[in-house]
């Protein structure tokens, strides 16, 4: 019998192929604070990114909801197993989107 250590998919286990940098604790606290932070100012204060009494575009809320769904995903350390999943809610994922749709959000 296999001592209780041994997986039974440790032949197909590769090495992890994501840079470490953005996966530190550090990293992940900043993409959480970020989309903590843009959450709550989307939620409490949505007259921020309003634009002479007119509502922001969907694509740039979407953009931005985006970013802070990754930005959640990598904050509480989630990584999918999925390797689309891993990149749609990825750190650089994330933080592009969250930095676009603020910018986007808030220069029309």
Do not use: E, I, K
């Amino acid at each position: 019998m296999a001592p209780m250590t041994d997986s039974r998919d440790a032949d197909r286990r590769q090495d992890d192929p994501r840079p470490q940098l953005l996966y530190t604790g550090t990293a992940r606290l900043v993409s959480l604070l970020t989309a903590g932070a843009l959450s709550l100012v989307l939620t409490l204060y949505p007259q921020a990114v309003l634009q002479d009494g007119q509502a922001p575009g969907h694509a740039a809320l979407m953009l931005c909801m985006w970013g802070l769904a990754g930005g959640f995903v990598h904050g509480v350390g989630f990584v999918p197993r999925n390797p689309v999943l891993q990149v749609l809610l990825g750190p650089h994922a994330a933080w592009l989107l969250m930095l676009g749709g603020t910018f986007s959000l808030l220069h029309g």
